[in-house]
Each structure stands twice: as structure tokens, then as C-alpha cells.
């Protein structure tokens, strides 16, 4: 006779493909959205208020998904993924419409506000990677996290450039030309919210909690945590919180050099069509290749792989730090090693995260870890633009190195301890 706990471990392989499909298609969607948007972003905050508001541009939008972080995770919790997400994915299509709005009367304060909820749309591609590991096997969890980081990639280099044909017809409509990656933006959120709600089901989370309760002794849920029992794991585990640290200064690194690059390029009047060339082949770098990053973590180890991230990263900063500012090659060589640094620091340090948290605790660690992540880009996206304005972006690429070789030396301290 086959029982319910059987019927569910046998379903759960099956469940697990559904889920990667389903948060594949929605993170493409977002990857459309935020990648298009970003750019875009900076470029009319800077039209408005100077350098200074680029950068603020990038700060609200990190900020965003740093002050939704652990209410997407409290939902998550109390909801379920599917819940958690596609709120996320809501709010952000209303914050491109705020954008809209705001460019076409010219007001930058409340393109700060809109930029703030498209950030939201952020926080829920950064939660999406964590869901696709809920029912994931351990052997395989940094693939399954990669695969669902990978799926941004076509969404994600085809949203930059699709900057001059969104733009265009936003002219067509009367807006200015810089709304229309934010009106392609809210058409695409409106979708992955669409595809989580109707296709995310059954919510692994919610699947992951009722395994785990039929393989306890007592075959009863255990009480769902709070968000402050995240903090407490995190204090008596090591290890999660240098997946933190790297998740975090990896982040912020990637974030500082990569809003400040449109602005460099369009000092000396790069064209809009090349600009979203140098940010496709960055998001490239960021997408591209995380199931092979994915298959190296789980194959060479959390550490190792970090350590390589961070060289990336450092390789990253001298190429764009040393490249002028019309040289499109050579800076998109540059912002293509720093999206390749920051997914081996990303992939790695969330797999860190999650590796030594229960099933029933992980919304609660993994949304206290992108809290950290997004408010560490946030303070770095805001100081990027105050270095670009008063120094150099040169100067700015040298500062960035200095987390880079932080995290370098936290890891390599970590390893000698272990051993």
C-alpha cells in the first residue's frame, strides 16, 4: 500500500522540474524588465539632477530591494514562495509606471519613488534563486540555484538592448525617449507575476515544510520561525555568514562600477545603442555561464570558488579602471569579467547561506542575507556617484577594490582555519 509520504517523495522530482521551469520563465520576464530599466535609470536621474542623482537612481532601486527583502521573506514564510514572488514582481510593475509618469512631467523625486518599486521586482529575482533550492537535493543545490540565475540571461541581455526601440516608441506615444525601457518594464513584471501565480504550484516552500514534517519522528510541522531566528542561525554559523559577506560585497562591487559605466560612456557622447551593447555583455557575464558555476561550486566547494570570483573581480577593476571612457572593447571586456565575478561570488556565497539552514528557517536566512546584499549596494551605489562627480571613474574602480581583496582575505582566513 502506498502511503502520502511516499506518494510525495516519488512526486517530488517531478515537482522540482515544474518549479525550475516555472521560475525560469518568470526571472526571464524580470530579466527584461530590471537589465532594460537600469541603464535607463541612470540616465534620466542624471538628465535631471546631475551625476549625483544617477547614482541615487541605483541607490533607491538597491534600496528597494533591500526594505522589501524581509517582508518578501515574511510573506514567504507565512504564504509561500509563489506569494512572496509574485507581490514582488506587482510592486515593481507599478514602480515602472511611476517612472513613466515622473520622466514625462520631469519630477526626479518621484523617479527616485519609482525606481524604489522597481527594486522591489529585484528583490523577488533574488529570492526567485533561493526558491528553486527548497526541494533541491544537496549534491545539487548550487546547479539547481544556477540554472534559475542562468534563465535571466536571454531576458537579461535583451532588455539593454532593446533601449533605442523601447525608446522609440515612447516618442511615438508623445513620453520622453528614456520612459520606454520603463513602459517595456511594466509590461513584463505584469507577466512574471502572471506566470508565478497561475504555474508555481504546488509552492515548494510550503512542499518543502509538510517532507520534512512527514521525515520527523512526531510527523508534525514544526512552528514557523520568525524573522529574528534568521539573525540568531546566522551569529552561530561561521560559514552562512561568509555566505553573506560574499553575496554582499560582491554585490556591491558590481553594482558601483556597473551603474556608474553608462555615465562615464555618455561624458563623451557614446551613442544609447552602444551603451546597451556594454551592458548586455555584462549582464552576459552575470548569466551566461551560472550552471557551469553552479556545477564547479558543487564539484571544487564553496570556498574555492569564491576565491575565484574575487580574482575576476580584481581583473575586472584594473581593465575598467584603466579603459577610456569611448573605448566600447575594452569596457566591455571589463563590466563582462565583473558580471562573471559577481556570479561566482553570488552562486557560491547563497549556496553557503543555504547549505546548514533547515528547510523550515531558509526565508527567514536568505531574506536576511539579501537585506544585507541590497543595502550594502545601496551605500555603494550612492557613494559611486558622489566618487564619478567629484574624482574619476577610474578612482572609482581602484575604491572597488578594496571590498574585492577584503573578501579575498576573509576567505583565505576562513580556509587556514578549517584545515
Not at 522530482?13 to 526571472?27: E, F
Not at 501565480?197 to 520534512?212: Q, S, T, V
Request: aromatic share 4%; proline share 4%.
Amino acid at each position: 500500500m502506498t502511503t502520502n509520504a511516499t506518494r510525495v517523495a516519488l512526486d517530488v522530482p517531478q515537482v522540482q522540474r515544474r518549479v525550475i521551469r516555472t521560475l525560469s520563465a518568470s526571472q526571464m520576464f524580470g530579466g527584461i524588465a530590471v537589465a532594460g530599466s537600469v541603464p535607463a535609470g541612470a540616465l534620466i536621474a542624471a538628465s535631471l539632477g546631475g551625476d549625483q542623482f544617477a547614482g541615487l537612481a541605483q541607490t533607491f532601486g538597491v534600496l528597494g530591494a533591500a526594505v522589501f527583502a524581509l517582508p518578501l521573506a515574511r510573506i514567504a514564510l507565512n504564504r509561500g514562495r509563489r506569494a512572496a514572488l509574485s507581490v514582488g514582481y506587482g510592486l515593481g510593475c507599478i514602480g515602472a509606471v511611476v517612472v513613466v509618469v515622473a520622466g514625462a512631467i520631469r519630477l526626479a523625486p518621484l523617479v527616485l519613488l519609482g525606481t524604489l518599486l522597481v527594486g522591489v521586482a529585484s528583490a523577488a529575482g533574488y529570492q526567485a534563486r533561493y526558491a528553486a533550492t527548497d526541494l533541491a537535493v544537496e549534491s545539487h543545490r548550487a546547479r539547481a540555484l544556477s540554472i534559475v540565475v542562468w534563465a535571466g540571461t536571454v531576458g537579461a541581455v535583451l532588455g539593454p538592448n532593446l533601449l533605442n526601440p523601447s525608446g522609440n516608441m515612447a516618442l511615438s506615444v508623445g513620453l520622453p525617449q528614456l520612459t520606454g525601457p520603463y513602459l517595456l518594464a511594466a509590461a513584463m513584471l505584469a507577466l512574471a507575476v502572471v506566470v508565478l501565480f497561475l504555474l508555481l504550484r504546488p509552492d515548494p516552500y510550503l512542499l518543502a515544510r509538510k517532507i520534512a514534517a512527514k521525515a520527523s519522528a512526531s510527523g508534525e510541522l514544526a512552528p514557523r520561525p520568525r524573522l529574528r531566528d534568521g539573525i540568531e542561525h546566522l551569529r552561530q554559523h561561521r560559514r552562512a555568514m561568509l555566505g553573506v559577506t560574499s553575496v554582499a560585497l560582491g554585490h556591491v562591487v558590481m553594482v558601483s562600477v556597473m551603474v556608474m559605466t553608462p555615465v562615464h560612456m555618455a561624458h563623451v557622447d557614446v551613442s544609447l545603442q552602444l551603451i546597451g551593447l556594454v551592458i548586455s555583455v555584462h549582464v552576459l557575464g552575470m548569466y551566461a555561464f551560472s550552471p557551469l558555476v553552479g556545477w564547479l561550486v558543487d564539484r571544487l566547494g564553496r570556498l574555492s570558488m569564491v576565491l575565484v570570483g574575487v580574482g575576476i573581480l580584481l581583473a575586472s577593476c584594473v581593465v575598467c579602471g584603466l579603459a577610456p571612457a569611448d573605448s566600447v572593447p575594452v569596457l566591455a571586456v571589463g563590466l563582462f569579467l565583473l558580471g562573471l565575478g559577481w556570479s561566482c561570488t553570488l552562486i557560491a556565497g547563497s549556496t553557503l547561506v543555504t547549505d546548514d539552514v533547515s528547510e523550515n528557517e531558509r526565508p527567514a536566512v536568505q531574506g536576511l542575507s539579501d537585506l544585507v546584499m541590497n543595502l550594502a549596494a545601496a551605500i555603494g551605489g550612492a557613494i559611486a556617484g558622489i566618487i564619478v562627480a567629484t574624482s574619476s571613474y577610474s578612482v572609482l574602480c581602484a575604491v572597488t577594490a578594496v571590498p574585492v581583496l577584503t573578501l579575498g582575505a576573509l576567505v583565505v582566513r576562513e580556509r587556514v582555519a578549517e584545515r
